[in-house]
């Protein structure tokens, strides 16, 4: 029998794995598109951030002592002629570029202007930003595998972008197993609805992989199985997720399939509850095949697990850090095993959700994600455990 591998360990084990994949092109990303990608290069600014001295405030830019002479205005997205003599000042918007020999700006609600000569006091904090206080041109502000988000793309245009080098989205195959799958209406009579061929392609999609609709189901034959895995490699799929079949049952191929195709296995069955029978394997040409289990929680438990730290590591990523909440309510442990319990928040709490059969999605559906339970342990109201979210 298989001895199953530690949770934490399993994930490591797959996160390195796929290190060694990072596809080396790049490509270049429109900033308005590059949303969910993945930095192929470090963030260097292409200018002083801001690039001139700007005014934070509406007021005066003045030189010397007061009072000043006003010797004209400077709005935003102006250049400032200098201020040569003291004793004169601009007037100044917000966002303005500070003339060159400023002094001391001042906010107009702390001025008075009398017979055209402006007087008042600057706070003790400059209402200026120097140029380059923020960042100075050439410094790196954001390493390469840093995953790119609204904030990423504000930052890059902000320094100057119009497109970012981003690493190439990963490349994902779904494959369904189960002759028992209907692909539309009610199940009944045996027959029950496929119901990761429409969500696994989704959750791949928001983890930052590029998939095309699942194939399945896959005939319940070992040479369908492997004619499938096959033809998701020539279509240039680096990870293929199979759903079902993982375990040894008569129609579950997907271990002589993989056999069959020279798979090595980086890790093969792993000590959590529910989906205990996920793998991921590495087939000779270098692609990823995750095994996910068939009944339907386990397969995101496997998800979640495997999966997201494999495709961190195809994109270069840092390996997935795990938030942690609070528990609302007690979890039971699982014995030597991890328990991934799908829990919601309540007034910032977890609690853990009825209807958590492994071959049940109604608790999933309402989850915020899964809490983690250690081997061993189990948790207690007040105690505070490892969240992985579902998205
Ligand atoms: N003798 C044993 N049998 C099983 C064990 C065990 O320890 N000893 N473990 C059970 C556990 S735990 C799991 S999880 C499943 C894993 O099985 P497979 O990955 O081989 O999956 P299947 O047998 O193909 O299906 C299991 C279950 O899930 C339903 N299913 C499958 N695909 C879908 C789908 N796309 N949509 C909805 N439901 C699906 C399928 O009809 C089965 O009911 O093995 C247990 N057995
Ligand atoms: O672990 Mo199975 O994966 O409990 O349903």
């Not at 934490?8 to 790049?26: G, L």
């Not at 001295?53 to 509406?58: A, E, G, N």
């Not at 830019?61 to 709005?75: D, Q």
């Not at 904090?125 to 923020?134: I, V």
């Amino acid at each position: 029998m298989t001895i199953p591998i530690a949770w934490t360990a399993a994930r490591e084990a797959v996160f390195t794995a796929a290190q060694s994949r990072i596809p080396k092109a790049s490509e270049s990303v429109p900033l308005a598109e590059a949303d969910g990608r993945t930095l192929a290069e470090p963030l260097v600014t292409l200018t002083d951030l801001p690039a001139f001295p700007t005014s934070s405030v509406d007021g005066w830019a003045a030189r010397g002592p007061a009072p000043w002479r006003i010797a004209g205005r400077v709005l935003a997205g102006d250049t400032a002629a200098p201020l040569t003599e003291d004793g004169t000042c601009v007037e100044i918007a917000t966002g303005g570029m500070v003339p060159a020999g400023t002094t001391v700006v001042v906010r107009i609600e702390d001025s008075s202007t009398t017979d055209g000569l402006v007087s008042g006091e600057p706070r003790k904090l400059p209402d200026w930003r120097r140029q380059g206080e923020e960042a100075a041109a050439g410094e790196e502000l954001l390493a390469a595998g840093t995953p790119v988000t609204p904030g990423v793309i504000g930052l890059a245009a902000s320094c100057g972008y119009d497109t970012l080098a981003c690493r190439a989205l990963p490349k994902a195959a779904v494959l369904v197993f189960g002759d028992e799958l209907l692909t539309a209406g009610p199940p009944g009579q045996g027959r029950v609805r496929d119901a990761l061929g429409p969500s696994v392609p989704s959750w791949l999609r928001r983890a930052g992989a590029s998939v095309a609709a699942a194939r399945g189901p896959v005939a319940d034959t070992l040479d369908a199985h492997v004619a499938a895995l096959q033809e998701a490699v020539d279509s240039g799929a680096q990870l293929i997720c199979t759903t079902g079949g993982t375990m040894h049952g008569p129609v579950d191929h997907l271990h002589p399939a993989l056999a069959e195709l020279g798979a090595r296995y980086v890790v093969n069955t792993v000590a959590v509850r529910p989906g205990f029978p996920m793998l991921v394997a590495q087939l000779p040409g270098g692609q990823f095949v995750a095994g996910l289990p068939g009944n339907p929680q386990s397969t995101f438990v496997a998800l979640v697990s495997l999966v997201l730290p494999l495709l961190a590591g195809l994109a270069g990523r840092q390996r997935p850090e795990l938030s942690t909440v609070t528990l609302g309510a007690d979890v039971p442990g699982r014995g030597d095993f991890t328990h991934l319990a799908l829990v919601t928040l309540v007034g910032g709490r977890a609690h853990p959700v009825g209807h958590v059969g492994s071959a049940m999605l109604r608790g999933l559906a309402g989850s915020v994600g899964f809490a983690v339970i250690p081997p061993g342990g189990e948790g207690h109201a007040g105690d505070v455990a490892q969240l992985v979210p579902l998205s």
